[in-house]
């Protein structure tokens, strides 16, 4: 998309002075007044850009949004979050990105939002998304996973997500199992999977994100964090946005590279939730005991007071101690 060239243009030489109109125009092939229109529509979208007679443009700053632009800008991915679909608010990033797939949009597809109406949470719940507080993102992937095997992607998520916390300053982020990223024992960022499959083949997998970056506790449930409110500071949407793409990548291509166990050694290695008591709630029932491991497609295996193992593959976790 021009703009987003044209933003990334104003990017690269943001510290450098000015860039001429006429240079822009040369570069995107595009002309001057052409410019012009794509300038007035950055400043719609919250660009601060100063334009000088005989000079050109200049940025001077960008806005606290999740726009396309601001994503690509030194992403350094391959694939993921090359096709970005960005929306002001939705009624879930899930949603849209779902019908994406059904059409054929290719792998990699990433869906944001500034804020969803009816964010999906795990378990049919609600994921609180106030607007331009979280990231609210849902990305397409086409495995080439059995329907059986795809709760891997999500245990794949909960690891690249977590990482990515931990890149932008919280150090003692970690995984509560399946998917949920806690901090200081509250909960900061859930991850869900969709998927649109035959009786042996996937055709795609939505994996939906949700963090509270800058979320007042106001907004949460008692249950729940942000990460500005663990690190004290403001911390940049687009910069973590960037980092879990990146890391999501790169677990991505483990997997389909190396198979499963890089994944769950790594996941395990920032586990909450193996070494201690628990409580396991699904349909069949509730099972108490302690989480001693992770089988070779992500169940969870309990050890109950007389020593006998459980595998759990879904359900409400509770840590007892």
Request: glycine share 10%.
């Amino acid at each position: 998309m021009l703009q987003d060239k044209v933003i990334l243009s104003l990017k690269e030489r943001q510290n450098q002075g000015y860039l001429s109109g006429e240079e822009i125009s040369r570069c995107l092939k595009v002309s001057r007044a052409g410019i012009w229109k794509y300038i007035q529509e950055l400043r719609r979208e919250g660009y601060d850009i100063v334009a000088v007679p005989h000079l050109g443009y200049r940025l001077v700053s960008s806005p606290d949004k999740l726009l396309p632009g601001e994503i690509r800008y030194g992403l350094g991915t391959r694939y993921l979050g090359r096709e970005i679909i960005y929306e002001d608010t939705v009624d879930s990033t899930m949603e849209v990105a779902f019908r994406l797939g059904m059409k054929g949009a290719r792998e990699g597809t990433l869906v944001c939002a500034e804020g969803q109406s009816k964010g999906k949470g795990r378990l049919g719940r609600r994921w609180h998304s106030p607007k331009g507080k979280g990231i609210y993102i849902s990305i397409l992937l086409r495995p080439p996973l059995s329907p059986a095997n795809v709760a891997q992607l999500t245990l794949l998520a909960a690891v690249a997500v977590c990482e990515a916390v931990r890149k932008v300053g919280c150090l003692c982020a970690g995984i509560k199992w399946p998917n949920d990223i806690l901090v200081n024992n509250r909960k900061v960022a859930g991850i869900l999977t969709e998927l649109s499959a035959e009786m042996d083949r996937v055709r795609f997998v939505v994996v939906g994100i949700g963090v509270n970056v800058n979320t007042p506790l106001s907004a949460l449930p008692p249950t729940a964090t942000s990460l500005k409110e663990e690190t004290g500071r403001k911390v940049s949407r687009v910069q973590l946005l960037q980092e879990i793409l990146r890391f999501l990548e790169l677990w991505y291509e483990t997997l389909k590279g190396e198979g499963f166990a890089p994944v769950v050694q790594r996941w395990k290695e920032l586990s909450l939730t193996l070494g201690r008591r628990v409580r396991v709630s699904d349909p069949s029932g509730q099972i108490e005991g302690e989480a001693v491991d992770l089988d070779e497609v992500g169940g969870l295996l309990i050890r109950d007071d007389r020593g006998m193992v459980a595998r759990k593959t879904a359900g409400d976790v509770i840590h007892l101690r």
